[in-house]
């Protein structure tokens, strides 16, 4: 059974950093990425990283977000700096199952960046 859990949200003054954690179990996973959806806005990807390193980060958070994986953990982590009001969001962890390609969802935690 897959299961995906999240940690480290919070709230935090502008210009600060927090760090989120994603403990991974139940399978290997191809790409393990961090999602974010906003108050009346559809989800989008914030960062994600492939089983071979390669990372994808959204415009948005280029230079103030690093994505990282422990592969012995199972675990991908969200480094976010500088943080500004419209990082705002949940942040959902994604990753897809590297043999039968389904993807799974964490349930979500809670980033509230004040100004």
């Known amino acids: 059974q897959v299961q995906l859990v999240e940690s480290g949200g919070g709230l935090v003054q502008a210009g600060g950093s927090l760090r989120l954690s994603c403990a991974a179990s139940g399978s290997i996973f191809s790409i393990m990425g961090w999602y974010r959806q906003a108050p009346g806005k559809q989800r989008e990807l914030a960062a994600s990283i492939t089983k071979s390193d390669t990372i994808t980060y959204a415009d948005s958070v280029k230079g103030r977000f690093a994505i990282s994986r422990d592969y012995a953990k199972n675990t991908v982590y969200l480094q976010m700096n500088s943080l500004k009001p419209e990082d705002t969001a949940v942040y959902y962890c994604?990753?897809?199952?590297?043999?039968?390609?389904?993807?799974?969802w964490g349930q979500g935690t809670q980033v509230t960046v004040s100004s």
């Open positions: 994604n990753a897809i199952d590297l043999y039968s390609r389904v993807g799974y």
